[in-house]
């Protein structure tokens, strides 16, 4: 069977949905079983790769920094660049260009890039399937 | 004194993995310990954080794994007991999605829609979130 390869686009922002746990889960299924994955990361979802996320303590659980290991999605990327890789698939993570400009979060995981609306079209035609998983 | 407010919580399970926890109970404990003076009705979907015994495994990705995954319950108990702020539970909307009373955490009030003026008349603001 012929290597798959899959192309997700998001929207939502870091920390305001749960659309994105739902796409991380299956972007961990795709890299585990070697897929080539893109991912067309747009308008809020541009700040998922941003590296300078950082965890904080939590007082109101009454935990430290440690104790809390609050999740940052920049960690998410990381860890599925290296799952896919592990697994012989490859990522391609776009972040679009303006919606970062707009945001101010240029500084990226790295192995993620800077793209454009070009790359997302690229992505659809190169692609087994496509999943948007749009902003409601 | 502080003015009393009635917090009407609606939106539910918004960004509760990612923040390890509900934004908005989060924010009324949080203020609580700055003075504020808050009530609490759980409606609509909100009403399942009152059920006890949820919980759901950590996100994975790869080698990352998530160690505190929020557990709503846990988390309505805390106003409720550690916080002093009061939770009611609007009973219709248990009904409508087949939630019995005694699924829930110990200390909610029960509150049908008929008797939610008289709570608004109790309070000073009311948000509804």
Known sequence: MSKKALTVALMDPPYESENLTTAFRILDVAARRGYDINVFAYEGASGLAFTRQMPHPNPVHGKNVAEENHPTTKDQVAALLAETEKNGGKLDWVNCGMCVDERGVGEFVPGTRRGSPADFHAFVEASDNVLVIPTK | MA??????????????????????????????????????????????????????????????????????????????????????VVTEDLAERGIESRELVPGVHLLSRTALPGLFAEHTLVAHW
């Open chain 2, 3 to 88: 003015k009393k407010t009635l917090n009407i919580v609606e939106s539910a399970y918004r960004a509760v993995m990612e923040e390890q926890d509900d934004t908005v109970l989060w924010l009324l404990a949080a203020m609580q310990g700055a003075g504020a003076q808050h009530t609490v009705v759980l409606r609509g979907n909100a009403v399942n954080y009152a059920v006890a015994g949820q919980g759901v495994p950590g996100l994975t990705v790869g080698e990352w794994k998530q160690t505190q995954a929020p557990k709503m319950d846990r988390d309505v108990l805390d106003l409720i007991e550690k916080r002093k702020i009061p939770v009611y």
